[in-house]
């Protein structure tokens, strides 16, 4: 029995499928870890296949991909190197579990599935893995170790079984999405499993974007009596050795590393750019374009797109029309100079009237309304969906969560693209994000130091510039009230009679009701984003596209 024991955490970004590289950076991970002096290397959840794999993990050859690598790890331990504790999927007796294996001595020495699986929010566990049994500890070299999965430490009955059969602390793989203000929830969370069983815990999570979900990592340790050990950076890969010493209270943490984490806006603002980096890494693209209007939505996308992947790699394209105010020119040339991006101006006059008049039998002379606004919008869509075919980039789209709410957003126009970076932003979220990126380049940034979105963007009463003298506030309430309104609706499904009661007109409330209701169509056709708030639309909130009911209150 030892009383020493040096454990690196490895906080990486695998990529889901990719399962020969993930192969690679584990063997990589323990390679340095083994440098440092550790006699174990954790692992987060699923680390060897990606997470979340979804419906892949039902695939046998997919299974059959993932135990051979873990196997593959396993025969490096002969080397009487770092074991391992290794994340992966697990098939036994036809079933499919999410677990850990203990890889040690050349081989795989024991595995332990997870209990509690979660089938709530973004998560549909229940749909691909079986429920393990409640879990003992692995004895690794004389220390029984606790290695409950992501969810297992969510309530106390897995902890509190593993207390009781001997563990000695906890080291907790994860992969615990971001969502604004979480890392108190998960701090809480596990002081309260720590004040339960009086055992230390390491709560190891991975960090990247996997299509709409965004890992912050942000992995702490925390003491028996409930004092930080180590704090880690959020949104960056690193491995760090942890000591670990046994005294007559049992286990210690030795005083490690502790980073500072951002919150608030700097949290939302670097959630936003790593999704969509990894979005457009891992997925093959070379470069991004986006439409640039002039408008506060399309400027800090760009900001953002330019700080995910360089200036380099973006391309901004302005698409005027006869409604396009002089100053949203100005606006958007200054924009694309302060961040040094390549921007064409592209007049679609040509093409909206050669449109219109193609039309113009069919619609019989009928006055002019949303379809002539529609009209502008599709051939902005389909002149940037053009440059993406002929040239390669991806296409950022820009909508925010208030417009993509109430259905203030075009289908094949300008909802075209392959991600959108504020998806899951209301408008009020995207001016505080504009100020607070004028304002601060966070970490790990690309693009220039300073103001990069002009001010009269930020000032200016936001228009999609569709018709003559057009605001948003011509059809839609001030969007301080109407995110209120929204996030009542969205985010807490509160009912009418509540929001009401908030100080909001009834009628009002009932318009914002039933706009959110009859645009369900248009947000299961539109692309991926980050995910930032607890009730994203498609993968939290999930709603009937034909859906009669209406609020009586």
């Known amino acids: 029995m030892t009383d020493r024991l040096d454990i690196a955490l490895a906080q990486l970004n695998p990529t889901v499928g990719a399962i020969d590289a993930n192969l690679a950076k584990a063997r990589e991970a323990r390679a340095r870890a083994a440098e440092m002096g550790a006699d174990l290397v954790l692992f ?22 993932a135990r051979e690598a873990v196997e593959a790890l396993a025969a490096d331990t002969a080397d009487g190197g770092p074991g391992v504790i290794m994340g992966t999927p697990w098939v036994e007796n036809g079933e499919v579990y999410n677990a850990i294996a203990l890889l040690d001595g050349g081989r795989v020495e024991t595995v332990r599935y997870k209990y509690d699986l979660p089938n709530y929010g973004v998560f549909d566990e229940k749909r691909v893995f079986a429920a393990g049994p409640a879990p003992g500890p692995v004895n690794f070299r004389g220390v029984r170790i606790g290695v409950p999965i992501c969810e297992d430490v969510w309530t106390d009955e897995v902890c509190e079984c593993l207390e009781e059969t001997a563990a000695e602390f906890f080291l907790v793989p994860n992969g615990s999405p971001y969502e604004k203000d979480k890392t108190d ?3 809480n969370l596990v002081v309260a499993r720590v004040t339960e069983t009086g055992l230390p815990m390491v709560y190891l999570n991975q960090v990247g974007g996997q299509d709409e979900l ?19 950076p959020a949104w960056e890969e690193q491995i760090v050795l942890t000591r670990w010493r046994r005294g007559e209270e049992g286990w210690l943490c030795e005083p490690g590393e502790k980073a500072l984490i951002g919150n608030g806006m700097e949290s939302v603002y670097r959630a936003c750019v790593l999704g969509l980096r990894d979005y457009v890494n891992k997925n093959g693209f070379a470069s991004v374009v986006l439409g640039l209007s ?8 760009a900001a953002l797109s330019v700080d995910a992947l360089g200036a380099d790699r973006v391309r901004c394209v302005m698409l005027p029309y006869k409604y396009t105010a002089s100053s949203s020119l100005d ?11 390549d921007y064409d101006v592209v007049p679609i006059a040509e093409a909206v009237e050669g449109f219109s008049a193609v039309m113009k039998s069919t619609f019989d002379d009928l006055p002019a309304d949303i379809t002539e606004e529609n009209i502008q919008s599709r051939v902005r869509g389909t002149a940037l969906m053009a440059i993406s075919n002929k040239f390669g980039p991806m296409v950022v789209t820009t909508g925010n969560k208030s417009e993509v709410s109430v259905g203030y957003a075009t289908l094949y126009g300008d909802m075209n693209g392959g991600f959108n970076p504020i998806k899951d932003l209301y408008k009020t979220q995207v001016y505080a994000l504009a100020r607070y990126r004028n304002q601060t380049r966070p970490s790990g940034c690309l693009g220039p130091e300073g103001r990069v979105i002009p001010e009269n963007i930020i000032t ?10 057009q605001t948003d506030q011509d059809s839609l309430p001030p969007y ?16 009418v009679s509540d929001i009401v009661a908030r100080g909001h007109d009834r009628d009002l409330v009932k318009k914002v009701e039933r706009l959110l209701y009859i645009a369900e169509y248009k947000r299961r056709q539109a692309a991926p984003g980050v995910k930032i708030t607890s009730r994203m639309f498609g993968r939290d909130r999930r709603y009937p596209i034909t859906n009669h009911f209406r609020d009586r209150d």
């Open 480 to 495: 301080d009230i109407l995110d209120d309104i929204l996030e009542c609706l969205v985010e807490h499904e509160m009912s």
């Open 460 to 469: 200016k009463a936001p228009s999609a510039e569709l018709r003559e003298d």
């Open 294 to 301: 002039g408008g506060i939505d399309s400027a800090i996308c």
């Open 214 to 232: 965004v890992f912050d990592g942000s992995s702490f340790v925390l003491n028996a009596d409930r004092s930080l050990a180590l704090q880690m």
């Open 331 to 341: 606006d958007a040339e200054a924009c694309a100079a302060a961040l040094g991006v």
């Open 185 to 187: 929830v998960r701090l």
């Open 44 to 65: 987060t959840e699923l680390f060897m296949t990606g997470y979340p794999p979804e419906d892949l993990v039902l695939k046998s050859a997919f299974q059959r991909s």
